[in-house]
């Protein structure tokens, strides 16, 4: 009796948990459900990674060992693409699971992605410089030196329409790790501005020359036609004008062969002359005779400002004065040029000295000192040359007139224009001049 009602105990004990389990789980049937979804979702994806990876490692039947390592790699290679897919459109965690399973196929599978990718890229440009050496071969020698008669800029062009590449990248070692970018990774409006503070408003063209020698890619963007445009309107301005109805193909080609003033250095001439010395009151027999030597410097700018010196100093001395657009020295004489065809118009005044170095009383208001010379205006007109060497390196005086006004009389004077008092000014380059740059062209 006691065993049967401990049994019957123990069954109305299970019946009663059993029916407060129930009475739970009813209570928590949605949430049951949804975890119960999310676990059959994760174990099917378990069982079908399981089952992808069990199909790369088995080798197929009637294979060899070869094919099945094949199937590997192609099946690592798979699941790589698929996770750069999924990276590339922002599921980065998903991308990394792929990657994971990639790489325990393969563990060189990025690597291995990346050579046969730039192969195909590297037969296909193989194939692109065959066809141009057939299209060139009847014009164009890649072996010879002399490419005079060559078209560069053209030919450049059609590789890169044919290759679609500006630049040539040099192939290093593909498994290192870079943490820089290469000068063609940057847009081209950025390039292009680049190349503005290269030449900057001094109109340094010398040095995007030297840029356009390093490379196929560097030569086309150093022809860009409105960077040439700017130029030649920085220094003929309204006169320009436009290509139609000139001997001109392009901008560069009337910036080189147009006559022009050199901004990157100096003219120079060397005066010298012999002159009467006074005679010795204690020998009327003596007649000394004096060697006169004298520089006169111009510094032209592209803005139109122009710096004249004549001094006795030798040029090593005197280029280093010139080189800011507003010199302290008295001694050098600032005005400003016009460009017209071949002849350079130049008009300089004298500069006044400065009040601040005038001694006055406190209180008093400084009043404007005449000088001794009065208020003098240079006209000057000069040349431009050319050498066969050197083109537009000489200016030849063909008027120089000097108007001064003192006591309210204008007095104008005509200089007698002479080879061994003004003879011919040469340009010499100064490096200082252009290492800086103060802004880009415009």
């Known amino acids: 009796m006691d065993s049967t009602s401990s049994d019957a105990g123990k069954e109305d004990d299970d019946e009663s948990s059993s029916s407060s389990i129930t009475s739970e789980s009813e209570a928590n049937s949605p949430k049951r459900s949804e975890l119960d979804d999310f676990?059959?979702?994760w174990q099917?994806?378990?069982?079908?990674?399981?089952?992808v990876a069990s199909a790369a490692t088995v080798t197929p039947a009637g294979g060899n060992v070869g094919d099945g390592k094949d199937s590997i790699e192609q099946q690592a290679r798979l699941l790589f693409q698929q996770g750069s897919e999924l990276e590339r459109s922002g599921k980065v965690f998903e991308a990394m699971r792929l990657y994971r399973r990639a790489t325990q196929l393969v563990p060189d599978i990025e690597f291995r992605v990346y050579d046969k990718k730039h192969a195909k890229a590297t037969t296909a440009a193989a194939e692109v410089d065959g066809l141009m050496e057939r299209m060139l071969e009847e014009n164009i020698d890649e072996d010879e030196e002399n490419l005079e008669g060559v078209d560069l800029g053209l030919r450049f062009q059609t590789l890169m329409a044919r290759s679609g590449k500006l630049f040539e990248r040099a192939s290093g070692d593909r498994k290192l790790i870079v943490t820089s970018a290469h000068f063609s990774d940057l847009p081209m409006e950025v390039i292009l501005y680049i190349l503005r503070w290269v030449v900057s408003n001094d109109l340094d063209l010398k040095s995007l020359e030297r840029f356009a020698s390093v490379c196929r890619g560097f030569y086309l963007l150093a022809r860009d036609p409105e960077i040439w445009r700017h130029a030649c309107m920085r220094i003929w301005g309204v006169n320009l004008g436009g290509l139609k109805g000139t001997p001109f193909s392009s901008w560069r080609e009337m910036y080189i062969n147009r006559p022009r003033i050199l901004f990157h250095g100096c003219y120079i001439s060397r005066t010298s002359y012999l002159r009467s010395g006074e005679n010795s009151f204690q020998d009327q027999f003596y007649r000394p005779i004096q060697l006169v030597e004298y520089y006169r410097y111009f510094r032209f700018?592209?803005?139109?400002?122009?710096?004249?010196?004549?001094?006795?100093?030798?040029?090593?001395?005197?280029?280093?004065?010139?080189?800011?657009?507003?010199?302290?020295?008295?001694?050098?004489?600032?005005?400003?040029?016009?460009?017209?065809?071949?002849i350079v118009i130049v008009v300089i005044q004298r500069n006044r000295p400065s009040a601040a170095g005038q001694m006055q009383r406190p209180g008093r208001k400084a009043r404007d000192i005449e000088p001794e010379y009065g208020q003098q205006t240079f006209l000057m007109e000069l040349q431009i040359v050319s050498t066969a060497k050197r083109p537009f390196s000489q200016l030849h005086w063909k008027q120089y007139t000097m108007v001064q006004q003192r006591n309210n009389q204008e007095k104008t004077t005509q200089f007698e224009l002479t080879t061994t008092k003004y003879p011919p000014l040469y340009f010499s380059r100064v490096k200082s001049y252009h290492q800086e740059s103060e802004g880009p062209l415009k």
């Open 39 to 41: 676990r059959e979702q």
């Open 44 to 51: 099917k994806e378990l069982k079908k990674e399981q089952h």
């Open 301 to 342: 700018f592209a803005d139109g400002k122009v710096l004249m010196m004549t001094t006795a100093d030798e040029p090593q001395q005197c280029v280093v004065r010139l080189k800011q657009r507003v010199p302290t020295q008295n001694e050098i004489l600032r005005g400003h040029y016009r460009l017209h065809d071949d």
